[in-house]
């Protein structure tokens, strides 16, 4: 990343043995290089081209497949929504008469998942920031409806209007984060009448990328769709073949598609915007503990989804989601980051590659504070989604204590190692000039290269410079305190904020958002029971 230029302080600079101490190495490591958290362009669009991996062999992927379509044949869904019932019906499905459970022919699903599409782009307001999904593109959305929020200063609280706020500034400020991923933070301090409404009133003006609405209910989709379509600048019928808003669907698992899930793939596929089918199987408690069977599960709740959202609408875009891994047997409590969940991960990209479908995974951990736990699991999950293929990344960025709390500074890790992540699939340069035969020629043996012209025409950009990395020796690190990632990460976080720029916005857009919001808020939104 770009560095401060401001001259490190007296405390961060070699100054001369004293009396007793040891003489410090020279060379680079004896002063902070001051990192910030400036953003670059270069990491947006990225590609994953890496040959993927498969943890199960293409027959065990079908045995996957057909004891999948088994659960749906024999066993069935129950679809808690009458008119659901009614679209499986019509569309060939087996409804059971005075019952929510709903059966489905094997080749009805095959016929229906077939008909959508491998690869579609998600519309931002500001083009620049579309996002293509499907093929080998790679797609990361920042932490998703954290009840709690912390960092260190205030400590682990709930939700509110603030951090929400200072968190989707932090997205739109780092361009390795492409999209939102729903509210970062629940901001409970805002009434769940109107609470939607403020929300993505925000997000179409703090941020220019892609959004997320949540399904919890017709009207709060209605609005949503409104808000996005108001965003861009466009009308609804250009909006309906330029996808610019997605919602998750999550199974209520195991077997289950509740009422407001149902109604959100009704109203979102119906008008052409993107539902990602996500099915939560956690193996040993909603899942079978095996984890074959955790994606036996997964495979026939996602496969249910997505054949609903082509009955709503054939070619209507749509993404497989994955997100199988465990729990601790001995407590019950969720584990994310583990082996476990790697091979699920890797796994769920070969189903979603064997039918040719954009594959949604997420970036996991368990910890509950910024410490090695939170970057080891968050790493080996990166480490499979990577190399099983994901596309759309959920949860990228400043998601701990598996999924309650949104972290400030768990946000500046995740963003550093998404870096790393678009680093190293940067295909290697092996030019003639990158060869650099003419370098080896000018030195010889013996010699060295820091100063030949190869060397003084790339240094600035030749390697990636880490946010967090302190890589200063033991001696200058001490006398500055000996600061920690947790402290690196809190200071950058809050640079960042500072360095933030709100995304131009068209006045007459702003003018009918706000007229939309105060409309809807006026005839109060969405009724609740409190």
């Known amino acids: ?23 410090r190495r020279s060379g680079g490591r004896g002063g ?24 199960l062999s293409p027959e065990a992927i079908e045995d996957i497949h057909s004891a999948s379509l088994i659960v749906l044949e024999e066993i069935g869904m129950d679809i808690i929504l009458p008119e659901a019932r009614e679209r499986m019906k019509t569309a060939g499905a087996d409804v059971t008469p005075g019952s929510n459970r709903v059966r489905f022919d094997r080749g009805l699903i095959e016929e229906l998942i077939a008909s959508a599409p491998s690869s579609f782009t998600m519309h931002a307001r500001n083009p620049q920031r579309n996002v293509s999904i499907g093929g080998n593109n790679l797609v990361f959305a920042q932490v998703a409806s954290a009840p709690f929020v912390a960092d260190r200063e205030g400590g682990r609280r709930a939700g509110n209007q603030e951090d929400f706020r200072k968190l989707i500034k932090l997205a739109q400020h780092y361009d390795i984060i492409h ?18 409404l403020d929300c993505l009133s925000d997000l179409v003006k703090l941020t220019d990328k892609v959004f997320h609405c949540y399904s919890l209910g ?20 250009q909006m309906t073949t330029e996808p610019s808003l997605f919602t998750v669907i999550n199974s209520s698992s195991p077997l289950r598609l509740d009422g407001p899930m149902l109604q959100g793939i009704i109203e979102m596929s119906s008008r052409g915007q993107v539902v990602i089918m996500t099915p939560f199987t956690l193996a040993g408690a909603m899942a079978p503990v095996t984890i074959a069977g955790a994606l036996v599960q997964q495979n026939a709740e996602a496969l249910c989804g997505i054949a609903f959202t082509q009955m709503v609408r054939r070619g209507a875009p749509v993404m497989y989601g994955g997100f199988t891994s465990n729990v601790d047997m001995k407590t019950g409590a969720p584990a994310f980051g583990t082996p476990e969940y790697m091979k699920a991960v890797i796994a769920g990209g070969q ?22 736990q939170a970057a080891y699991e968050s ?69 060295h290269y820091f100063g030949t012209p190869h060397t003084l025409a790339r240094y600035e950009t030749a390697f990636y410079s880490p946010i967090l990395s302190d890589w200063r020796n033991f001696e200058t690190w001490t006398e500055a305190g000996r600061p920690t990632t947790y402290d690196h990460a809190n200071r950058i976080y809050k640079e960042a904020l500072a360095n933030y720029q709100q995304p131009a916005l068209d006045p007459a857009i702003e003018e009918e958002l706000d007229s939309f919001v105060a409309k809807r808020k006026t005839e109060g939104g969405v009724a609740t029971d409190f």
Do not use: C
């Not at 999209?179 to 939607?196: F, N």
């Not at 017709?218 to 466009?234: C, F, K, P, S």
């Open 1 to 23: 990343m770009s560095e401060i230029t401001t001259p490190p302080s007296p405390a961060e600079t070699d100054a001369g043995p004293t009396s007793g101490e040891r003489r």
């Open 351 to 372: 189903l979603a590659r064997r039918y040719g479908i954009p594959y949604r995974t997420s970036n996991t951990n368990a910890a509950n504070t910024l410490d090695a």
């Open 179 to 196: 999209t939102t991923g729903g509210y970062p933070v629940e901001p409970i301090d805002i009434h769940a009448s109107v609470r939607h």
């Open 379 to 447: 790493a080996m999950s990166l480490w499979a989604l990577t190399q099983g293929g994901g596309n759309f990344i959920l949860h990228s960025a400043g998601w701990t204590e598996g999924g309650l709390t949104a972290s400030f500074e768990k946000f500046i890790l995740d963003v550093d190692m998404l870096q790393m992540v678009a680093e190293f699939l940067t295909p290697l340069d092996v030019s003639a000039d990158a060869l650099a035969l003419d370098a080896v020629r000018d030195v010889g043996p013996g010699g």
């Open 218 to 237: 017709a009207q709060r989709n209605l609005d949503a769709l409104e808000i996005a379509r108001i965003g861009r600048g466009i009308s609804m019928k």
């Open 32 to 55: 902070e290089r001051v990192r910030s958290g400036l953003t670059r362009t270069k990491y947006r669009n990225l590609v994953n081209t890496i040959d993927k991996t498969s943890i």
